[in-house]
T-cell receptor, first 111, second 112 residues
Framework: EDQVTQSPEALRLQEGESSSLNCSYT??????LFWYRQDPGKGPEFLFT???AGEEKEKERLKATLTKKESFLHITAPKPEDSATYLC????????????FGSGTKLNVKP | IAGITQAPTSQILAAGRRMTLRCTQD?????MYWYRQDLGLGLRLIHY???????GKGEVPDGYSVSRANTDDFPLTLASAVPSQTSVYFC???????????FGNGTRLTVT
């Protein structure tokens, strides 16, 4: 059964304290792996798409990496405005309508 | 600004009542989706549509129906609401598998 597990569920960091969020996945065939940011009361906002093992994408303080079984979202020197819930999703290769979402990591960055 | 508009933003509904959640997109995406988001469960697909005139069932379709009369609109109807349908509902769209999902800001529905 296809599934996505994110860890940790919650993470508290001091401003400037780098860390990583994990997304482990099981899927019959991977079309793409997506990272989203979700602020309270808002819809998920797209960050990155990764398509194959070894691929990396960067945006400001965020870098996403992908292996055959998991993805990491590395946050370097975070700021309070990086506080949000980060969601991971995988899209099936053979049915592009099937996206499986993890339950997210809630990140809180203290000044 | 291009994107997805959902209405209403929030709603309290008595059990047994009928309710339609509205979703409109202006990005000319072919595919549209309805998800529900519940604490600890992540986003789960209710129904989807790949093009106007076609719809499909997702992971949790029971108690919900959709229609796709045109490219831009994708309403979700609860024919007879039950308390277990209390959730936050998100509409999303994509370019038929060639782009990530783009989400609206959701409708928070409480069924009492």
């Amino acid at each position: 059964e296809d599934q996505v597990t994110q860890s940790p569920e919650a993470l508290r960091l001091q401003e400037g304290e780098s860390s990583s969020l994990n997304c482990s996945y099981t899927v019959s065939g991977l079309r793409g792996l997506f990272w989203y940011r979700q602020d309270p009361g808002k819809g998920p906002e797209f960050l990155f798409t990764l398509y194959s093992a070894g691929e990396e994408k960067e945006k400001e303080r965020l870098k996403a990496t992908l292996t055959k079984k998991e993805s990491f979202l590395h946050i370097t020197a975070p700021k309070p405005e990086d506080s949000a819930t980060y969601l991971c999703a995988v899209q099936e290769r053979d049915d592009f309508n099937k996206f499986y979402f993890g339950s997210g990591t809630k990140l809180n960055v203290k000044p | 600004i291009a994107g997805i508009t959902q209405a209403p933003t929030s709603q309290i509904l008595a059990a047994g009542r009928r309710m339609t959640l509205r979703c409109t997109q202006d990005m000319r995406h072919n595919a549209m989706y309805w998800y529900r988001q519940d604490l600890g469960l992540g986003l789960r697909l209710i129904h989807y549509s790949n093009t106007a005139g076609t719809t499909g069932k997702g992971e949790v379709p029971d108690g919900y129906s959709v229609s796709r009369a045109n490219t831009d609109d994708f309403p979700l109807t609860l024919a007879s609401a039950v308390p277990s349908q209390t959730s936050v509902y998100f509409c999303a769209s994509s370019n038929n598998g060639n782009s990530p999902l783009h989400f609206g800001n959701g409708t928070r529905l409480t069924v009492t």
